[in-house]
């Protein structure tokens, strides 16, 4: 059984550094094709692309956000750590960590339940 | 980056009724086009994948159809759990970092 699990702080003030942390089970980060990749979702809008890291530690990121991302990976404890500095209000958001299959299309096959970041003094 | 453009924007429909959302890549993705489902609250689900697969578990009412520029998402018989509490139908296309997903369809009950 494939699980995913995002966490980090719910309240992170502007200019702060966010960090999350998404522990998985049931598949491993060391498997040829496979990555782990962040996504948000602002209230009522709709899902962003941030950042993946596949097996082979090639790592990519939304050049919008290229600058504040950091995104890395522990193998053997099954975790994928993003971080985001200088955080805004508009970074205000649920944000996700989904299994990139090795399939046709790498598509996000797994989820985690997301995790509500809030930006605000 | 590659623009996704999904239509219509929202929808409303009854059981039974035969749906079709379509979307749009700002260039060819061949066939990197993936659609989701997401219901209020809930993460994303993958319905189908490389335009046409079908993921594991999904209902067969579910079809995928599409290549290059042009995509589209078919529920053949809309069922009650397909818009509980509106759900939401987003495109994404994996053929170049970023990857990028549509502005979503939103379903709801007539």
């Known amino acids: 059984q494939i699980t995913l699990k995002e966490s980090g702080p719910t309240l992170v003030k502007p200019t702060q550094t966010l960090t999350l942390t998404c522990t998985f089970s049931g598949f491993s980060l060391s498997t040829s094709g496979v990555g782990v990749g962040w996504i948000r979702q602002p209230p009522g809008k709709a899902l962003e692309w941030l950042a993946i890291?596949?097996?082979?530690?090639?790592?990519r990121y939304s050049p919008s956000l290229k600058s504040r991302l950091t995104i890395s990976k522990d193998t053997s404890k099954n975790q994928v750590v993003l971080t985001m500095t200088n955080m805004d209000p508009v970074d205000t958001a649920t944000y996700y960590c989904a299994r990139a299959s090795h399939i046709a299309a790498r598509p996000f096959d797994y989820w985690g339940q997301g995790t509500l970041v809030t930006v605000s003094s | 980056d590659i623009q996704m453009t999904q239509s219509p924007s929202s929808l409303s429909a009854s059981v039974g009724d035969r749906v079709t959302i379509t979307c749009r890549a700002s260039?060819?993705?061949?066939?990197?086009l993936n659609w989701y489902q997401q219901k209020p609250g809930k993460a994303p689900k993958l319905l189908i994948f490389?335009?046409?697969?079908?993921?594991t578990g999904v209902p067969s009412r579910f079809s995928g159809s599409g290549s290059e520029t042009d995509f589209s998402l078919n529920i053949s018989s809309l069922q009650p759990e397909d818009f509980e509490g509106s759900t939401t139908f987003y495109c994404?296309?994996?053929?170049?970092?970023?990857?990028?997903f549509g502005q979503g369809t939103k379903v709801e009950s007539k």
């Open positions: 260039q060819n993705i061949i066939t990197y």
């Open positions: 994404q296309q994996t053929y170049i970092t970023p990857w990028t």
């Open positions: 490389a335009a046409s697969s079908l993921q």
């Open positions: 890291i596949y097996w082979n530690e090639d790592k």
